[in-house]
């Protein structure tokens, strides 16, 4: 008999469903389905790929609301992110629908005579996508589409946690005329799927959004076939807020980034330091707009804190909550956990932090902001530098130059100028150090679905 995968609820820890587990077998199966459809696919001129994406994405405006639910009842977002989320995935669709049409070579000029150079791009074949539970649509969609519209196959294995709305997603693509080997998924553990992925050597390309930990494994094991790799790993972002910043705007921008999907985002405001002269205004304004955070479950109106994922997921925040509060911490507003009925955990703002408590060293993954206050720009660049991480960091400074400064002082990939939520198809998402390798979204995010072909002529 076949294993099954048990989908839980978060905010109320009840099942909502099973989705049968694939084997070895089954999903070696898929894999070869998809390397023997590659072979028709990348026959495809762009326009056709083009018009094939245009018209999933039109599935998924008209199924917006039954896959937001699923994201909501699986993951816990609170439904209007949910819903955030379906268009934040399609726009992927939409942007790389256009891309695929734009997928040039060029001419280079020779040393010799009668010689001409072309260089042109080519499909890889089969890519293997591993994505994550915070996102399960709009990670999926930022693989899926540039894959296909490059004219590879794809085959996802959604998070164990989250496959229903992954399942949904990948079901319309197939309603909108994508033939069956062309966008699969399959249900496997992480561990398994990755094992299976990284040997197949139908496998041209491995790409996955998850923990620093696993990315190094898979990256480690990839080798083996030398796979082209694109890796979205873990965060630990910095949030400045500079003595010339207009608080409002910066309190705006840390709810925006640090509460979004109850802080379970890769680029989530992890560390807030704040010049002293703006420390107070800041602390006080901050904590009265997260006092207005409603928590609850994800379905009911006006909710913006939803539960966390899971047991572990919690006991990693409560943690860090306890060896703040215990290392001299004070909870401004917050602080209180229960996972008796869900997951949950107020949002919480810490202030009188120091470098030694767990939350200033580690990624947190939860609705958790804590405060330390500087005196002097270059300290809080040091700092905010003083991790392996560098995925996002968030300045909030009127000032240009100051501005212009941080930009190239701070080794992150994603930058927010008093902007707490850059993310967006069309830039160029990733991160630097172990934060991860390659760019998702925007033009960089096609080039690695591509091989470049050079073809010297001897006329
Ligand atoms: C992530 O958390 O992995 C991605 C978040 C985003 O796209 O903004």
Redesign the pocket.
């Known amino acids: 008999m076949s294993e099954e995968i048990i989908v839980i609820n978060p905010a109320t820890r009840e099942e909502i469903g099973k989705v049968q587990k694939d084997s070895q077998d089954d999903i070696e199966k898929k894999i070869d389905l998809a390397d023997e459809t590659f072979k028709s696919f990348k026959k495809l001129t762009a326009y056709e790929r083009a018009d094939l994406l245009f018209k999933w994405a039109d599935k998924i405006d008209k199924n917006k609301e039954e896959i937001a639910e699923l994201v909501t009842k699986e993951g816990g977002k609170p439904l209007t992110e949910a819903l955030g989320e379906v268009d934040?995935a399609n726009s992927y669709i939409r942007y790389y629908a256009e891309e695929a049409k734009r997928i040039y070579g060029r001419t280079v000029p020779s040393s010799k005579e009668n010689n001409r150079i072309v260089v042109t791009r080519h499909p890889i074949g089969v890519v293997a996508a591993i994505t994550?539970w915070?996102?399960p649509v709009?990670?999926m969609a930022?693989k899926a589409a540039p894959a296909v519209a490059a004219g590879n196959t794809f085959i996802v294995k959604p998070a164990s946690a989250t496959p229903l709305s992954a399942m949904k997603f990948i079901d319309l693509a197939l309603e909108a005329g994508f033939d069956k080997g062309v966008i699969q998924y399959v249900n496997a553990s992480g561990k398994d799927a990755g094992e299976i992925f990284t040997k197949s050597d139908k496998i041209m390309k491995l790409t996955f959004?998850g923990s620093t930990a696993v990315g190094k494994k898979l990256m480690s094991d990839a080798s083996v076939t030398v796979k082209n790799v694109t890796m979205?790993l873990g965060g630990h972002a910095p949030l400045i807020v500079h003595k010339d910043a207009d608080i409002d705007k910066a309190v705006e921008g840390t709810i925006a980034s640090k509460f979004r999907n109850s802080g379970q985002?890769?680029?989530c405001a992890n560390r807030l330091y704040v010049h002293e002269d703006v420390l107070e205004e800041y602390t006080e304004k901050l904590t009265a707009k997260v006092k207005e955070l409603k928590m609850g479950n994800g379905m009911e109106d006006g909710v913006k804190i939803g539960p966390l994922i899971d047991e572990d997921g919690y006991d990693k925040v409560m943690n860090q909550l306890e060896d703040a509060i215990s290392k001299g911490a004070k909870v401004e507003t917050g602080g209180q956990g229960n996972k008796e009925a869900g997951y949950f955990i107020e949002p919480t703002v810490l202030s009188n932090v120091s470098d030694d408590m767990l939350c200033m060293k580690e990624e947190t993954f939860g609705p958790l902001a804590p405060i330390q206050s500087y005196s002097n720009l270059d300290e809080a660049v040091a700092k905010a530098n003083g991790t392996e991480f560098g995925l996002a960091a968030y300045y909030f400074t009127e000032n240009y130059a100051t501005g212009v400064y941080l930009t190239d002082v701070l080794d992150f990939g994603v930058l927010g100028w008093n902007n707490g939520a850059p993310?967006a198809a069309n830039i160029p998402?990733g991160g630097l150090k172990e934060s991860g390798v390659g760019r998702e979204g925007a033009i960089e995010g096609l080039e690695p679905y591509t091989e470049t072909k050079v073809t010297s002529i001897n006329l």
């Open positions: 934040y994550p915070n996102f709009a990670m930022r959004t979205e985002t890769c680029v993310s998402f």
